[in-house]
């Protein structure tokens, strides 16, 4: 079974702390993904990465960063975090690109920024 | 981007099948339909897809209209552990995948 794992299920910082939530898959899929999930908007894509050091913006990549230097492991960076990016953050890893390809997640880090 | 449109909420009953329904009228000739379920305190997971053709799989079924403005997922018999929120999405050649606020399935002992 694949597995993407999640280095927090649950994270409290202050705001302007620098953030970083860690992702791992274990099934050498070449994409990763990283959302947040906030009530009333659904899933909404953060940043994504088809591959070891690049990186493809998605819908809301405003006050994120990400870093893949690795094919298995892919960060988040709240650089200064706000209390606005209290959110559950959700991600997943697919085996290619394709349309029809399945995407895996992650269990979930849910951050509050106080 | 084309938009998938599910009731908020169902109920069903143990052991009884359940039939959750999504429109996606704007769907193009290209866009797949996928399902996927969260459950509480969980991340999303991978129910089934298909392009025009109904799928069988072991989680459910996937029911594609014949002009694919809608489908219909069957859980043929419904448990207490298929208790989550149902989401249907398009994926087009962008390779995005929009979740909306899904169908928060509720299923009764």
């Known amino acids: 079974d694949v597995k993407v794992t999640q280095s927090s299920r649950y994270l409290v910082k202050r705001t302007g702390e620098k953030v970083f939530l860690e992702c791992v898959q274990d099934?050498?899929?070449?994409?990763m993904f990283w959302y947040r999930q906030d009530p009333g908007l659904g899933l909404r894509l953060i940043y994504f990465?088809?591959?070891?050091?690049?990186?493809e913006k998605g819908d809301i990549p405003e006050g994120y960063s990400v870093s893949r230097e690795k094919k298995e492991r892919f960060s988040l960076i709240l650089e200064s975090a706000s209390t606005n990016q209290t959110s559950m953050y959700l991600c997943?890893?697919?085996?290619?690109?394709?349309?029809?390809?399945?995407?895996?997640f992650g269990p979930g880090t849910r951050l509050t920024v106080l | 981007d084309a938009k998938t449109t599910q009731p908020n909420s169902m109920e069903s009953n143990e052991e009884e099948p359940v039939h959750l329904p999504c429109n996606h009228s704007?769907?193009?000739?290209?866009?797949?339909i996928h399902w996927y379920r969260q459950l509480p305190s969980q991340g999303p997971e991978y129910v089934i897809h298909?392009?025009?053709s109904n799928v069988n799989n072991r989680m459910a079924s996937l029911a594609i209209a014949e002009d694919r403005k809608s489908s219909t997922l069957i859980l043929h018999r419904a448990t207490l552990r298929d208790a989550a929120v149902y989401y249907c999405?398009?994926?087009?050649?962008?390779?995005?995948?929009?979740f909306g606020a899904g169908t928060r399935l509720t299923v009764k002992p």
């Open positions: 997943a890893s697919s085996l290619s690109t394709g349309i029809s390809d399945t995407q895996y």
């Open positions: 099934m050498d899929h070449e994409n």
């Open positions: 990465s088809y591959d070891v050091k690049m990186k």
């Open positions: 704007t769907i193009s000739g290209t866009d797949y």
């Open positions: 298909g392009l025009t």
């Open positions: 999405i398009l994926r087009d050649w962008n390779n995005d995948m929009r």
